[in-house]
């Protein structure tokens, strides 16, 4: 099982950084490492990106679902590059709320 290292609580940051970080922070990782994320929605949208663009690399686990707080573990399974974007909410299928970025 993999241990989180770091807790981004992106209710913290600005919308049009929070994205570029959570990517830039999963790309940082290594198999078998992990972060999680606190969210004051559901991060569904981001999910359906990190399908799109690093499908097969990740693990999603949520830790807490609302209905003010969401808590996901994501964790690095298997190495590999992005492919696709990565800007803008939900790959600009929309919806999330979160500003996009």
Same mark, same amino acid.
């Given at each position: 099982?993999?241990?989180? #290292? =770091?807790? @981004?609580?992106?209710? !913290? @940051?600005?919308?049009? /950084?929070?994205?570029?970080? @959570? ?8 198999? +078998? =490492?992990?972060? =999680? ?5 559901d991060?569904?949208? *981001?999910?359906?990106?990190? =399908?799109? #663009?690093?499908?097969? /690399?990740? %693990?999603? /686990?949520? *830790? /807490?679902? +609302? ?6 573990? *994501?964790s690095? @399974?298997? %190495? +590999? !590059? %992005? +492919?696709? !974007? !990565?800007?803008?909410?939900? &790959?600009? &299928? $929309?919806?999330? &709320?979160?500003? $996009? $970025?």
């Amino acid at each position: 099982m993999a241990i989180a #290292t =770091e807790l @981004i609580d992106v209710r !913290t @940051i600005a919308p049009a /950084q929070r994205h570029p970080l @959570i990517f830039g922070t999963f790309d940082g990782l290594a198999p +078998g =490492e992990s972060f =999680e994320l606190l969210n004051d929605h559901d991060p569904v949208p *981001l999910y359906m990106q990190f =399908e799109k #663009t690093r499908g097969g /690399q990740f %693990a999603w /686990q949520y *830790l /807490q679902s +609302g209905p003010a707080r969401w808590h996901v573990r *994501l964790s690095r @399974i298997a %190495a +590999g !590059t %992005a +492919g696709g !974007t !990565t800007l803008g909410c939900g &790959g600009g &299928g $929309g919806g999330c &709320g979160c500003g $996009g $970025g």
